[in-house]
């Protein structure tokens, strides 16, 4: 009589293989479910990253963009502070000795310097240059007949 008891409690073999597949089947469905909302958060984060990346290189565009204009800034000054710097020697030099420049000046208009360049480079009068050019701007040949009056 336990012995029939017992077979009544336990199930036969298709009830056993139903439960089983159930069972399986629960564990199936939570286990993707649960890579299911895994695979959803790391696409989340997988675009929070590249929204971040993108941001990280428009940064590093803009940083080198303005490295570029920094550096032509950079250059220009250095090259007008070396221009200053010549052009205060230059001034130091004729307060030293005393001499306006026109030697220098009648060289430059010899080599076909203008009145302007005069005027910038040396630090002449408008007034001096012109005279500076209308006096050795000219040939000799010129010069001999303007003196001689025709």
Not at 3 to 11: C, N, S, V
Not at 62 to 69: H, N
Request: glycine letters at 10%.
């Amino acid at each position: 009589m336990v012995t029939d008891m017992w077979w009544t409690i336990m199930p036969d073999s298709a009830d056993t293989v139903w439960i089983l597949t159930a069972a399986f089947a629960v564990v199936a469905v939570v286990t993707l479910l649960g890579m299911a909302m895994t695979i959803r958060l790391q696409s989340r984060k997988l675009t929070e990253l590249r929204e971040g990346i993108h941001t990280l290189g428009a940064d590093f565009n803009a940083l080198c963009s303005g490295a570029t204009g920094v550096d032509r800034r950079i250059s220009r000054l250095e090259r007008q502070g070396l221009d200053l710097g010549h052009r205060q020697e230059t001034l130091e030099n004729q307060r030293q000795t005393g001499d306006m420049p026109y030697g220098e000046a009648i060289q430059l208009v010899q080599k076909g310097a203008s009145a302007e360049r005069l005027v910038e480079e040396l630090g002449l009068s408008q007034g001096e240059a012109e005279l500076v050019m209308l006096l050795h701007g000219m040939k000799k040949e010129d010069a001999a007949s303007v003196m001689a009056g025709g």
